[in-house]
């Protein structure tokens, strides 16, 4: 008879429950998905592979005064270097911030096909656009290289990318973001960057501000299309004091000099093809006896124009239009829920109050930090300014030191007190600069230098100081920046 196998052993291996691994499988997929995926950062107001297509345009060089590449460059830059996904996803989360229909403040200035309100996905494939950063991005990334921000591996550990980008304005509500993660969604709704950079210096002037008076700024959500807003103002601040509720927003129209009706405006995401299919499909029925044709005229100059030509000039306009808001898109609700990334790391519906003063923390942080890398950095600079200056004024003897020494480093040190860097920088100048008018810059950029550090220190010995810095920059960004409210 054959011997029977022995019965595999698991010494060495962990054992655990089925249920046990399911669970924390489960949960470990969930938090990735909350944390990195799905929803947005407080401070940038970013999620991650926005974040990274950001980065990595910068990093191509594609910046608003240059020449656009093609969206396969950056798609393959990102995809490579730090977004580990596929290309697919990461060209798509590209084109919607190109599309001035879905951003309110677009980040990306897209040649090519990008989409239309018809069919927003019936963009070009990557081979064939071209992209760039629009000015805007200088919000998120001119303080990049200020040590400003937190820098972390990329996928395979090769190179570092930013942790968050530092945003100089609250970019979480000027563009919202929607999302679904595991077990909670984020609708946020974008608003007017003038209105949210006033509410921010009313919290910053008066710490104390309620969220009502925040609202006499904020009036509500300022969408890409013009349509008008019709939730009631009471509604709109239960929104923003519990955050979560919704919007409801209505085409504009008027009627020609032909009597027909002209839809100028749709609400934001709706398709002007889908509104006419609807009203078409209401007419074949029977149901809009009081309607000969439908048109769209909608050109470059009109990019929404929809006539609804009427059979006879007594048509009664106002039932028929209330009739078509109850029965079309052309009156249409929008879910808004403000849960979002807060500075611990952990997601959580905020209210506008408690969301923008979160948001000024970070900031206050963030220019904190700019102010302490240039502070550093001006106090290095005047360090190897002193050192060169000892060398201008003892200019032979370094001249010996260095011609008839075996270590010139070790003995400049020694001979006039120099520290390593010092010593490295005055060898390091080149024979041209020993001319005398360079001991007059020296002496010019010390002054100046110094000036600078003494504000800096006064600055940042000071919350005073440092919050009308903070107002000022608000101030500075939304009036280069900011533009009119769309959705009246």
């Not at 969220?211 to 923003?240: M, N, S, W």
């Not at 004091?241 to 002209?262: F, L, M, P, Q, Y």
Request: proline share 6%.
């Amino acid at each position: 008879m054959p011997e029977t196998p022995a019965r595999p052993t698991f010494h060495g291996f962990e054992q655990i429950p089925l249920k046990d691994f399911a669970e924390r499988s489960y949960l470990d997929y969930s938090m990735y998905v909350v944390l990195d995926r799905a929803l947005p950062f407080i401070g940038d107001g970013l999620k991650p592979v926005q974040r990274r297509i950001i980065y990595a345009m910068s990093e191509l060089g594609l910046d608003f005064g240059s020449k656009p590449k093609k969206a396969a460059r950056t798609v393959g830059d990102v995809i490579g270097k730090f977004h580990p996904h596929g290309d697919g996803p990461a060209y798509e989360a590209l084109v919607l911030m190109a599309q001035p229909f879905s951003f309110r403040y677009p980040l990306v200035d897209g040649q090519g096909n990008f989409g239309s309100p018809d069919d927003p996905k019936s963009f070009a494939a990557m081979r064939y656009t071209e992209a760039k950063l629009t000015k805007l991005a200088e919000v998120l990334l001119s303080e990049l290289g200020s040590g400003t921000v937190e820098w972390s591996p990329n996928f395979d550990g090769t190179l570092q990318e930013p942790s968050w980008l530092p945003a100089r304005l609250p970019h979480v509500l000027l563009n919202g973001a929607t999302g679904i993660a595991v077990g909670m969604a984020t609708n946020i709704p974008p608003h007017n960057l003038r209105e949210v950079a006033a509410a921010c210096i009313r919290l910053i002037d008066e710490p104390d501000v309620t969220l009502r008076e925040l609202c006499e700024h904020v009036k509500g959500p300022d969408f890409p299309t013009v349509a008008e807003i019709i939730t009631p103002r009471e509604e709109l601040q239960k929104l923003y004091e519990t955050g979560n509720g919704s919007v409801r927003c209505r085409a504009i129209w008027k009627k020609d000099a032909n009597g027909s009706i002209v839809v100028g405006a749709l609400p934001h995401q709706v398709s002007p093809a889908k509104v006419l299919e609807q009203i078409a499909q209401q007419m074949r029925a029977k149901k809009l006896p009081m309607l000969e044709d439908l048109r769209d005229e909608s050109d470059h100059e009109n990019p929404i124009r929809l006539v609804v030509v009427l059979r006879s000039n007594r048509v009664d306009v106002e039932p028929l239009m209330d009739h078509l808001f109850a029965t079309t898109d052309l009156e249409k609700s929008f879910r808004a829920n403000l849960n979002l990334i807060g500075l611990d790391g952990r997601p959580r519906v905020m209210d506008l109050r408690e969301l923008l003063g979160e948001w000024l923390v970070y900031r206050r942080r963030t220019v904190t930090r700019r102010l302490r890398h240039r502070l550093e950095r001006v106090e290095a600079r005047l360090h190897l300014l002193e050192g060169l200056l000892i060398a201008f004024l003892n200019l032979d003897e370094v001249i010996r030191i260095v011609r008839y020494e075996d270590d010139p480093k070790a003995a400049l040190m020694a001979r006039f007190a120099l520290s390593v860097l010092q010593a490295e920088a005055i060898l390091e100048t080149k024979l041209r600069q020993l001319a005398k008018l360079e001991e007059m810059k020296i002496r010019g950029e010390q002054d100046e230098l110094a000036r600078e550090r003494d504000e800096l220190l006064a600055t940042l010995g000071s919350e005073k100081r440092l919050t009308r810095l903070l107002r000022t920059e608000l101030l500075a960004d939304a009036d280069k920046y900011g533009d009119a409210r769309r959705s009246r």
